[in-house]
């Protein structure tokens, strides 16, 4: 059983920082591509970054660049998501997604089978 599961989420001041965990069991995830992506009360879902297998590109949502990065960890089999200067409007549920089978990722969630359950990031002073 393929599963995904997010850790890190919180309650964090504007401009502070938080970072996520997507972990992975029952199968390696430097073998998937892996998107995060995010949804907050009464909005659609929307995706954040993703980041492609081996050295192919990452890919950012314009309102996110420069603030938030994703990398792997392949000795703990995680894909870390580290948001910065966190605003009011990062508050969402965060989740990750993964897929086999594509070397570069997407952010349409549209491209993924495998997804976690969502860590929830609030942004409030």
């Known amino acids: 059983q393929l599963q995904l599961v997010e850790s890190g989420g919180g309650l964090v001041q504007p401009g502070g920082s938080l970072r996520l965990s997507c972990a992975a069991s029952g199968f390696s995830l430097d073998d998937y591509v892996i998107g995060w992506f995010r949804q907050a009360p009464g909005k659609e879902r929307e995706g954040v970054l993703c980041i492609s297998r081996g050295d192919r590109p990452t890919y950012y949502k314009d309102s996110v660049k420069g603030r938030f990065t994703i990398s792997r960890d392949n000795a703990k089999n995680t894909v870390d998501l580290q948001m910065n200067s966190l605003k009011p409007e990062d508050t969402a549920v965060y989740f990750c997604?993964?897929?086999?089978?594509?070397?570069?990722?997407?952010?349409?969630?549209?491209?993924?089978?495998?997804w976690g359950q969502g860590t929830q990031v609030t942004v409030s002073s």
């Open positions: 997604a993964a897929q086999r089978g594509l070397y570069y990722c997407s952010l349409s969630g549209t491209n993924y089978a495998y």
